[in-house]
């Protein structure tokens, strides 16, 4: 990439369903630490955690990480992610991906992936990815959310439903429309630009119709590139049944390094 990117990782330490969830150890390391050691991994030029947590900052600094501390009355990581560009001064055209903290299995390569895809097409404000879904079980699946796409790749609309849905089908007939529907990866590239004009738009009602931030963005007329990847969507971490199941994934990863 001749332009290269940079990484911004929202880290926030109050969540519901798992409690301080990016400082849990996994593997000998707090959560948040892979996330930022798979940043590093991407062949980012800069990787930065963002948290209005003081534990979670102390934390980060001592695996080597470097925070940024952020307003605690944000409601989502694009904010935080957006006061982190406005805070360095970073130009429009810069691109900045958003790894959620709690992903500590995502691939290097994806997002590498989102970030070249942006870079590549000068038409579109946002990218991200998708994956074909296999089984009708996912498809059906409202914590997986799918995304419909135009003939460019550009996104339709994204959904926690079943889209695309056959005419004929029932909840209990439908199969899954193979090369049809795809999961949504919850990975996005911006270019600075439209970062602040997102981060500058009150919430839509789509977005909180599906409780889906992307559906602003398209409600605005944003144009959001999708790529579709083979690279199947790791594991997040929501539950505690998520953390047991990440820690046995990543117990036998090797030690990762990072500047």
Same mark, same amino acid.
């Given at each position: 990439?001749?332009?290269?990117?940079? $990484?911004?990782?929202?880290?926030?330490?109050? =969540?519901?369903?798992?409690?301080?969830?990016?400082?849990?150890?996994?593997?000998?390391?707090?959560?948040? +630490?892979?996330?930022?050691?798979? /940043?590093?991994?991407?062949?980012?030029?800069?990787? &930065? &955690?963002?948290? @209005?947590?003081?534990?979670? /900052?102390?934390?980060?600094?001592?695996?080597?990480?470097?925070?940024?501390?952020?307003?605690?009355?944000?409601? =989502?990581?694009?904010?935080?992610?957006?006061? $982190?560009?406005?805070?360095?001064?970073?130009?429009?055209?810069?691109?900045?991906?958003?790894? +959620?903290? @709690?992903?500590?299995?995502?691939?290097?390569?994806?997002?590498?992936?989102? #970030?070249?895809?942006?870079?590549?097409?000068? @038409?579109?404000? &946002?990218?991200?990815?998708?994956?074909?879904?296999q089984s009708r079980e996912d498809w059906l699946n409202p914590n997986f959310v799918k995304v419909v796409l135009d003939r460019l790749g550009y996104a339709?609309?994204? =959904?926690?439903?079943?889209?695309?849905?056959?005419?004929?089908?029932? =909840?209990?007939?439908? +199969?899954?429309?193979?090369?049809?529907?795809?999961?949504?990866?919850?990975?996005?590239?911006?270019?600075?630009? /439209?970062?602040?004009?997102?981060?500058?738009?009150?919430?839509?009602?789509?977005?909180?119709?599906? #409780?889906?931030? +992307?559906?602003?963005?398209?409600?605005?007329?944003?144009? &959001?590139?999708?790529?579709?990847?083979?690279?199947?969507?790791?594991?997040?971490?929501?539950?505690?049944?998520?953390?047991?199941?990440?820690?046995?994934?990543?117990?036998?990863?090797?030690?990762?390094?990072?500047?």
């Amino acid at each position: 990439m001749s332009e290269g990117f940079r $990484v911004v990782v929202p880290a926030r330490l109050g =969540s519901t369903r798992l409690p301080e969830k990016v400082l849990r150890p996994i593997a000998g390391k707090p959560l948040v +630490q892979h996330a930022f050691e798979a /940043a590093w991994r991407s062949g980012a030029d800069e990787v &930065i &955690i963002a948290t @209005d947590s003081e534990r979670v /900052a102390v934390a980060c600094r001592e695996f080597g990480g470097v925070v940024a501390m952020t307003s605690p009355l944000h409601t =989502s990581g694009t904010d935080r992610i957006n006061e $982190v560009a406005r805070a360095r001064g970073w130009p429009e055209q810069m691109i900045v991906v958003n790894l +959620q903290g @709690d992903e500590p299995l995502m691939p290097p390569q994806l997002i590498r992936e989102a #970030a070249a895809l942006l870079e590549k097409d000068a @038409d579109a404000d &946002i990218a991200t990815l998708c994956h074909p879904l296999q089984s009708r079980e996912d498809w059906l699946n409202p914590n997986f959310v799918k995304v419909v796409l135009d003939r460019l790749g550009y996104a339709l609309y994204f =959904s926690r439903a079943p889209i695309p849905w056959r005419r004929e089908g029932t =909840s209990r007939e439908s +199969q899954l429309p193979a090369g049809l529907a795809f999961r949504h990866l919850g990975l996005y590239a911006y270019r600075v630009g /439209a970062l602040t004009k997102f981060s500058a738009l009150p919430p839509s009602p789509l977005e909180n119709c599906e #409780a889906l931030e +992307q559906l602003r963005a398209l409600e605005h007329g944003f144009r &959001i590139r999708v790529g579709i990847t083979d690279t199947q969507p790791p594991r997040g971490v929501d539950t505690e049944e998520d953390l047991v199941a990440v820690s046995a994934l990543l117990a036998g990863r090797p030690p990762a390094k990072h500047p």
